[in-house]
């Protein structure tokens, strides 16, 4: 309750404020190359005479807050590989675009915030973040999202023959995960995964990976960390046509249509793919393993106002997605269908007297059946059938405010689940006694809020103190009917609810500092987070396995965490770009009520229960060595 009353509060806070933000003034552009036109990021952007400054983003964007700005202070952009650039703020305002000529320079003196913090997935806590751009998948051969992952070494995809990939973090299980898709989250309610492999590579900009558990503005059960897929919203082209061969007679092709009309942008796609493989050592009817899939994308987006390079102010986009696999296994006796659809809409911008604000909403429904043998014995006995049918609705709205060097996230989300689930089961000869069928209704209510406070110290060496806030409040209500276990002597149902109410509060301190050729940055957080107990664990617990029937009784899983970064960079001499740079972080979760799963002997049927405590730590780090000579003027 105390939390609840603090969010309240806070909120009432940020509404008596809203008149004082009109004051500023936000310069805002696109940074990119004079010669190729390609976007910068990591460009450092700042105003002397204010000692204020940010950093382009991923996308090569920017934008600076200046209060009381005089239109001859000058802006200055500089980045390690371009000629330092000077413009007063009437130009930068005027032009939009700013194009650097590139060239080999100096490490920069000014140290301003990092790339991260200008990405939407940070508007959190800062943490170790990675952008992964998707357009180098064309030149490297990927498929989907799970082979652009793949690329990082904190970031482990599994794969299984049926094409299904799953991604973990940090040696996590693939469940404490958050995959989002334009911010829409895209978890099954079932057992909180998503197939990553339904992402096509064609129709995405970047995908941003948070690692750990310090967020809260996007949900509990992010135990390793965030996969944040972006698409793009404009493309080079009207029509492009892709076909793509492979061994084991498999192959892709893709079709992808593109047509803007002023602020109005349209844009299709479809994607159809399939392998074929033989196992030669098998009989004639158990030698063939077929893999075929369907993506369709189409999205509408309409800028109602821009910035003067063209980039969104306020926009409304609406996107559906629509995914298709069929799998099929003769040797394993196994078959897969899965249809998964989404239908999205997100709003950013300004509304009447409101700014930065996000509205998002999507409704997704699902339908997926499985069977599996299990052994080689008759067709009465050793197999599942499952199927499973989910639909739920999400609703997101945040507002943010920022004043002078204090910044303001307010944001409440809700979802309602609907889901059926069947399991047709027999081991052995003998049924097992775990719930053949449940239905599942889950409404999540979340609460949360992100304060930062940047401190610009009077120093010559430390460049950035900031301290964040962030805390979350939910509530989930259960309501599960139509219990069925196969051992009941009729059709007798039993049903169960659940309500938990979970806080969590996250505290970060960042600092920063640089001196010519030794620049650092560092951060320390702490906080916890909560995972509730998904229908497929609370439908498989270990206590249904006893000789008494019992109602699953699983508790949320709670961690607390603490996560210390730290980046050096060094610079050996001005004659020639020799230097290096370490980046390392040492990272500690203390789980509570931890799941842990069990495997039925022979079988992928697991079963779940609580185990009081567990403890994961981790190190990671990264060594770079430069060698690089100016270019002479």
């Known amino acids: 309750m105390f939390m609840f009353r603090c969010l309240i509060g806070l ?58 700005p005089e239109p001859a202070m000058l802006v200055t952009f500089q980045h390690v590989a371009y000629d330092t650039l000077e413009l007063m703020i009437e130009e930068v305002l005027a032009a939009g675009n700013v194009n650097l000529q590139e060239r080999v320079i100096s490490i920069p003196v000014v140290e301003s915030e990092s790339i ?73 309610t079932l057992d909180n995964v998503f197939d990553i492999s339904l992402i096509d590579l064609a129709d995405v900009e970047r995908v941003e990976v948070i690692k750990g558990s310090n967020t809260a503005l996007y949900g509990p059960e992010g135990f390793s960390g965030v996969v944040n897929v972006v698409p793009r919203a404009q493309q080079d082209y009207n029509i492009r046509f892709q076909q793509r061969f492979g061994s084991y007679d498999s192959g892709n092709w893709g079709l992808h249509l593109f047509k803007d009309i ?15 493989r033989s ?65 999205s809409a997100r709003f950013t911008g300004d509304l009447f007297n409101l700014r930065n604000l996000v509205l998002s909403g999507a409704y997704q429904w699902l339908d997926e059946s499985q069977f599996l043998r299990f052994f080689d014995l008759p067709s009465d006995s050793g197999f599942l059938d499952r199927k499973i049918a989910n639909n739920s609705w999400h609703f997101n709205a945040s507002k943010s405010l920022a004043l002078d060097n204090f910044e303001l996230l307010l944001g409440y989300q809700y979802k309602y689940a609907d889901l059926d689930f069947h399991d047709d089961r027999i081991f052995f000869t003998t049924p097992a006694t775990l719930f053949e069928s449940s239905r599942l209704n889950r409404q999540n209510h979340g609460l949360v809020s992100v304060v930062k406070l940047k401190m610009l110290p009077q120093s010559n060496f430390f460049r950035r103190v900031n301290f964040d ?5 939910d509530i989930v209500e259960d309501e599960q009917v139509d219990f069925e276990t196969p051992d009941q002597s009729g059709p007798g149902t039993v049903s169960q609810e659940n309500s938990w ?32 107990p998904t229908l497929l664990q609370q439908i498989s617990t270990r206590e249904l396995l006893s000789s008494d029937v019992q109602l699953p009784h699983l508790q949320p899983e709670r961690i607390r965490s603490l996560e210390v970064g730290l980046n050096l960079l060094h610079q050996v001499d001005d004659a020639s770009l020799y230097g290096w740079e370490f980046a390392g972080n040492v990272f500690q979760n203390r789980y509570q009520n931890k799941f842990r799963s069990y495997y039925l002997p022979g079988t992928p049927i697991a079963v779940f229960d609580n185990f009081n405590e567990a403890t994961l730590t981790g190190f990671e780090a990264k060594q770079t060595l430069y060698l690089f000579r100016k270019k002479q003027p």
């Open 279 to 343: 196992f030669i050592d098998e009989p004639p009817g158990r030698r063939i393993l077929e893999n075929r899939s369907e993506h369709h994308t189409a999205s509408l987006s309409y800028n109602f106002s821009e910035y003067t390079n063209g980039d969104p102010r306020s926009s409304l986009g609406i996107m559906y997605n629509r995914s298709e696999i069929d799998y099929e296994n003769e040797r394993d006796r196994e078959t897969l269908a899965n249809f998964n659809q989404m239908l």
């Open 469 to 473: 806030l962030s805390m979350r409040y």
């Open 262 to 276: 002023g602020r109005l942008n349209a844009g299709y796609s479809i994607k159809r793919g399939s392998a074929r």
């Open 116 to 188: 991260e913090d200008q990405l939407e997935i940070a508007q959190d806590l800062p943490q170790t973040v990675s952008v992964l751009d998707a357009r180098i998948f064309d030149l490297n051969g990927y498929i989907d999202a799970g082979d652009l992952l793949r690329t990082d070494h904190s970031i482990q995809v599994d794969e299984a023959l049926s094409g299904r990939k799953t991604v973990s973090i940090r040696g996590g299980n693939p469940d404490e995960v958050i995959v989002l898709y334009n911010g829409i989250k895209m978890n099954s």
């Open 501 to 532: 109410k979970e806080s969590m509060v996250k505290l970060s301190t960042h600092v920063a500092g640089s001196n010519g050729r030794f620049a650092f940055s560092s951060f320390i957080n702490l906080g916890s987070n909560v995972k509730f």
């Open 11 to 68: 909120w009432l806070w940020m509404v008596c404020l809203l008149p004082l933000a009109a004051q500023e003034m936000i310069i805002e552009g696109k940074v990119r190359d004079a010669n190729t036109h390609r976007e910068i990021p990591g460009v450092n952007i700042y105003i002397r005479e204010l000692d204020i400054g940010t950093v382009s983003n991923a996308a090569g964007r920017f934008q600076l807050r200046v209060i009381r």
